[in-house]
């Protein structure tokens, strides 16, 4: 028989060093093992990427190290934006292409992408073993010779981490030991590169270089090291650590202010993967201080956080609304720490925290109806558009007044295009996680799809329908393998389905044919026992509502501005300017809106109605679904707030963003 409970996952963190089992709560499942359904929209901008991912020549993407190791281009010609020869950060997208290929290919088992991609690996290997260093990068050497000499250059070891981690990627998805030589020949280079700096500048030349940003290269070395059990490996890695930035996180002050975000948000992700590799507390009261601070702090309606690519004063995010807010690669990296923290701990929490950002701040920032176009910042102020020409290179463009510019196919490439097609690569990778010790499968988003779970001969149906009314989803079993009689897939395990935060009354649980069971927000519905997967399956029934999510801002002028939501949707009030005033106290908006009988919207599931004050009304629609109309978020009962001025530590007139505060 079956045993049904809805329980709240607590977990007790062990002080002190823990043993390896004790880091690892949950697992994820393998990658290759989820299938997302190709008629959601997840599943449809999985397609819109891959179609992206096959458009892009290999040989294109290798042109900068082949002409860096001096090896004949073959007639290619260099792609632009931030991968043209001139450009200081190329070659960060050929390890972006690495990674997002080998999540691609494990989902759908495309050949020609597992064709290019494995062209792009010999490429470099090639260009690796021409220079004869271990040396391997887009750009030459002497990058790094201005850097330690202290000159002007841009981020290198960012770009070494991208190259680094895809090729990781490269290993542990598809198995490419090629890839794997390849990384663990860059990590000696460097080593020895870095034991060098230590001997002729001290540690204090070293941590001169770590304020230059260098992406997550602590994590894709104790990823390595977890691989090859190199040593070497595990001591460059703990050498990538800023103490200016980590040594008051130990202490548990939480003040990011003045940080540029995407700098810092790859260094937690490298303190997360230390302690899980080494298990040292410390590096876990660090990720832990970070993330309590932009909870707190410096977070947006979206999950999301930052403004013009930093952290400002905390509790101040009203004045940072501008057409710059919540960079693209700082949702991916959010995205991360939320979901090593699950795996730590266990808690639910965290994937109430993930499924928010991954829908209001993600899944609408590649176009939905062309293949190629991204956007660099997700503006949440007043009167805002992301629609663009498809002709702006710069991310950065204020060229139109609150308009945001998707980019181009060839021409852009900015650090965001590699983050965003990483993150459309992979959705499938955060639904499904195992407790390997109780046999328990973890269902933490409602994304349909299916999960080939191979221990228990299980192939598991995840079907979610689009959220209106209610959000439905249905689990049912099969066995994998057709020839077999289904009756025989009757293996006990557990299933803990998660029940989001965002619920409200009226929602339950449906075993078989039994009774609703009530359900409470973020919780665990657990099922334990033996299955027959000719008649098994579990209904969800999810009821969502209207509500208010005010700014993080505690000045007293900002306590009635706030964004409007729809369970974990963002909602998107459809403007025809830049007005942000609301005359609707944030506690009673529900009752002025509604759902429209049918959308009114060609792209949304679902719109709806917001009746002001004075009778007229608005339309209301889910942000993540917004691509050409103008909108604004965040909304004020009172005055329309003006826009500030661009945030810069200093303004020509010499005042600077805290004074105007």
């Known amino acids: 028989e079956m045993k049904c409970s809805c329980t709240l996952v607590l977990v007790a963190l062990v002080v002190g060093i823990a043993c390896a089992e004790d880091r690892i709560k949950i697992s994820p499942v393998f990658l290759g093992d989820v299938r997302l359904d190709p008629n959601t929209w997840q599943g449809k901008q999985q397609q819109t990427t891959k179609e992206f991912m096959l458009a892009l020549d290999p040989e294109r993407l290798l042109y900068n190290s082949h002409v860096t190791a001096d090896l004949p281009t073959n007639g290619a010609k260099p792609y632009g934006g931030w991968e043209a020869p001139d450009c200081e950060l190329r070659g960060h997208f050929v390890g972006h292409f690495m990674s997002a290929s080998a999540f691609m290919w494990a989902q759908t088992g495309d050949e020609k992408v597992k064709e290019n991609m494995e062209a792009v690996v010999a490429g470099l290997a090639r260009c690796q073993e021409k220079m004869g ?64 700096v230590l001997k002729t500048q001290g540690m204090a030349g070293w941590q001169k270089i770590l304020g230059v940003e260098w992406g997550g290269m602590n994590e894709v070395l104790y990823n390595l090291y977890a691989v090859t059990g190199n040593p070497e490996q595990l001591a460059l890695g703990k050498l990538f650590d800023h103490y200016v930035w980590t040594r008051p996180l130990a202490a548990g002050i939480q003040d990011l202010n003045d940080n540029h975000a995407n700098t810092h948000i790859p260094e937690i992700i490298g303190s997360q993967r230390g302690y899980e590799v080494t298990g040292n507390r410390t590096q876990f009261r660090i990720a832990s201080t970070f993330l309590a601070s932009i909870e707190t702090n410096h977070s947006w309606a979206t999950g999301g956080s930052n403004s013009h690519e930093w952290w400002w004063p905390p509790a101040m995010m009203g004045t940072q609304l501008t057409l710059w807010t919540e960079e693209s690669c700082t949702q991916y990296n959010i995205l991360k720490v939320l979901r090593h923290f699950f795996i730590q701990t266990g808690d639910i929490k965290y994937f109430d925290w993930y499924e928010h950002a991954i829908t209001n701040g993600i899944i609408g920032n590649q176009k939905w109806d062309s293949w190629g176009h991204y956007i660099y910042m997700l503006p949440q102020g007043g009167g805002a558009i992301h629609k663009g020409k498809n002709k702006v290179t710069d991310p950065h463009d204020q060229s139109v007044k609150f308009k945001v510019n998707w980019g181009t196919r060839y021409d852009s490439f900015w650090c965001c295009y590699g983050t965003l097609f990483e993150s459309f690569g992979k959705l499938g990778d955060s639904i499904y996680f195992i407790d390997e010790e109780s046999n328990t499968l973890y269902i933490n988003q409602y994304m349909g799809s299916t999960y080939n779970w191979k221990k228990n001969d299980a192939l598991v149906h995840w ?85 208010a999510k005010p700014i993080t801002d505690t000045r007293e002028r900002f306590a009635n501005t706030y964004a409007i939501l729809y369970g974990h949707m963002v909602l998107a009030g459809l403007t025809s300017d830049n007005s942000t005033k609301l005359d609707i106290n944030w506690h009673d908006i529900g009752n002025h809106v509604k759902i429209d009988p049918k959308p009114t919207r060609p792209l949304a599931d679902i719109t709806f109605t917001l009746t002001k004050p004075d009778k007229t009304t608005m339309t209301l629609m889910p942000f993540y679904q917004v691509m050409s109309e103008q909108y604004t978020i965040y909304w004020n009962q009172g005055p329309t707030m003006p826009l500030p001025k661009a945030l810069t530590h200093a303004y020509p007139d010499g005042t600077t963003f805290d004074d105007e505060m």
């Open 463 to 547: 079907h979610v329908s689009n959220m209106t009314t209610t959000l439905t989803a249905t689990l049912t079993f099969r066995t994998p393998h057709a020839s077999m009689n289904v009756s025989r897939g009757s293996n006990r395990f557990g299933v803990k389905i998660r029940i989001p935060k965002w619920i409200g009354g009226g929602s339950y649980v449906q075993v078989n044919d039994g009774p609703h069971q009530v359900v409470q927000p973020s919780t665990y519905f657990h099922v334990d026992g033996a299955w027959n997967f000719a008649k098994d399956s579990i209904k969800v029934n999810l009821v969502p509502y209207v509500w």
């Open 133 to 196: 260093t271990g040396y391997l990068s887009a750009f030459p050497v002497s990058y790094f010779d201005m850097l330690e000499a202290g000159k002007p250059v841009w981020a290198p070891y960012y770009t070494i981490h991208k190259l680094m981690a895809g090729l990781y990627d490269q290993y542990r998805i598809a198995g490419s030991e090629t890839a794997l030589n390849v990384a663990s020949w860059m990590a000696r280079y460097f080593y020895g590169r870095v034991q060098n």
